[in-house]
């Protein structure tokens, strides 16, 4: 699922973890989160993507890579993060709970 409308966030979480991030850090690991968030899926291990994603020049990213991918899990050709992960699913399986529930009524309503 894509779009979703919202991502929770903790900031007393979030700062634990990453509190030693510099700025343009900071602004790349949350741009990754946001694109994974939004598009439903990790993003591809391909550098000059994940430059776009990070809305930086290839070298910068190349530069700042190691201090991102600490947060991740890269396998698969892909940048999986278990946080992420767990709250996808989570969230998918709520919208699939509604999506069935809706059904289920709408046909109760149809058979009457």
């Given at each position: 699922m894509a779009g979703l409308p919202y991502i929770q966030l903790y900031p007393a979480d979030y700062l634990a973890d990453t509190i030693h991030l510099t700025l343009e850090q900071h602004g790349a690991y949350m741009?990754?989160?946001?694109n994974y968030w939004q598009r439903?899926?990790?993003?591809?291990?391909?550098d000059l993507r994940l430059a776009a994603i990070c809305r930086t020049t290839q070298d910068d990213w190349i530069r700042i890579r190691p201090f991102v991918s600490e947060f991740f899990d890269i396998h698969d050709g892909r940048w999986y993060h278990p946080r992420i992960e767990k709250d996808l699913a989570t969230v998918n399986d709520k919208v699939n709970k509604a999506r069935m529930a809706g059904k289920a009524s709408a046909k109760q309503r149809a058979d009457k």
């Open positions: 741009m990754l989160i946001f439903g899926e990790p993003p591809k291990d391909d």
